[in-house]
């Protein structure tokens, strides 16, 4: 049984990791400032990261899981409250993002490229890359994962959530134009088998992207969404100069992250369709979880 601390452990990918690896039956401490209930079988440290004083002193983990790191400040202040960590053997695994790659690199991202600021995600992005330079500087031993857009149970963001409820109220789907754009996606749990494999093999390399190595359109991610939920997608093809973020759920904006290296740790990830089904059957019994947005109220006063 390992001890792992994992930040967070209250909203999606965080709670989503501390369940796991408490269904494991390691003993896993999250850390946050109990605003929301914690998962099962977890043992909660009641503190702000940004004012973490002495909290952690008392505390030694096998492994830091950080997940709600979006600045190098949240680095350094966690860094500085557990302690002389730099001399310990504790593995630390930061959770970073697609983001820190700038739209105007060549395409499929690699993480040999330079990181920059991203003209999308923006100030997001910028700090996200202060956080891997902060880690990096403290724990040269320390390993960051890049993922691009998340899915799986628990996820409270109105992505394929908004999908399941126009498919749920039997409504036409507003489509981006022909819905040629192309997403990548990385189910939840891909995510904590790619933890697993560092924390029993310590690979070589320190930096991931992880993915799915193949992307989908977003006509075609539509339209499984609305197969899992019993649906046939009916589409409404969108050619107004509009902000697509106004109705759709993604910026319009294409990139795939190149992942041959994710295959050091894992040889397969989850189906795409099955991932959906999953997903779908969280958020039919958690939608009061979901952080909705005004797509749909949009749609019906503008288009």
């Known amino acids: 049984m ?42 909660l440290i009641e503190a702000d990261r940004h004012n973490l004083g002495t909290v952690l002193k008392e505390y030694t983990f096998d492994a830091v899981l950080d997940v709600t790191a979006y600045t190098g400040d949240d680095v350094a202040h966690l860094l500085d409250a557990l302690g ?17 790659y700038p739209e105007t690199l060549p395409q499929p991202f690699s993480e040999d490229q330079q990181t920059g600021e991203n003209k999308y ?36 963001v109105y992505r394929e959530a908004f999908v399941f409820e126009c498919a749920d109220r039997n409504r036409k789907f507003y489509l981006p134009k ?25 690979p070589s390399n320190h930096i991931f992207n992880v993915g799915n190595e193949k992307c989908i359109s977003i006509r075609e991610w539509v339209e499984q969404c609305y197969h899992v939920a019993g649906r046939a997608a009916e589409f409404v093809e969108v050619y107004q100069d509009l902000n697509q973020r106004e109705y759709f759920s993604f910026y319009d904006y294409e990139y795939q992250l190149a992942v041959s290296r994710q295959r050091e740790l894992i040889e397969d990830t989850v189906l795409l369709e099955d991932g959906l089904k999953e997903a779908y059957l969280w958020y039919r019994e958690h939608k009061d979880e979901v952080n909705r947005k005004g797509y749909i109220e949009y749609i019906d006063r503008c288009l």
């Not at 989503?16 to 914690?38: F, K, S, T």
């Not at 189910?187 to 924390?199: A, G, K, N, W």
């Open 178 to 202: 022909k819905g040629d754009m192309k997403l990548q996606f990385f189910h939840v749990r891909d995510l904590c088998r790619c933890i697993d494999s560092i924390l029993d093999r310590h």
């Open 2 to 43: 390992r001890k792992i601390l994992v930040t967070g452990g209250t909203v999606f990918v965080s709670k989503y990791i501390a369940a796991y690896y408490a269904d494991q039956g390691d003993e896993v401490y999250v850390l946050n400032r109990n605003h929301r209930p914690q998962p099962d079988k977890t043992i």
């Open 84 to 100: 002389n960590f730099e001399s310990t053997h504790t593995d630390y695994v930061l959770i970073s993002s697609s983001a820190v």
């Open 121 to 156: 995600w923006g100030v997001y992005g910028t700090n996200k890359i202060d956080a891997e330079k902060e880690l990096l500087k403290r724990v040269p031993d320390a390993y960051i994962l890049r993922p691009p857009y998340l899915y799986g149970p628990m996820n409270n």
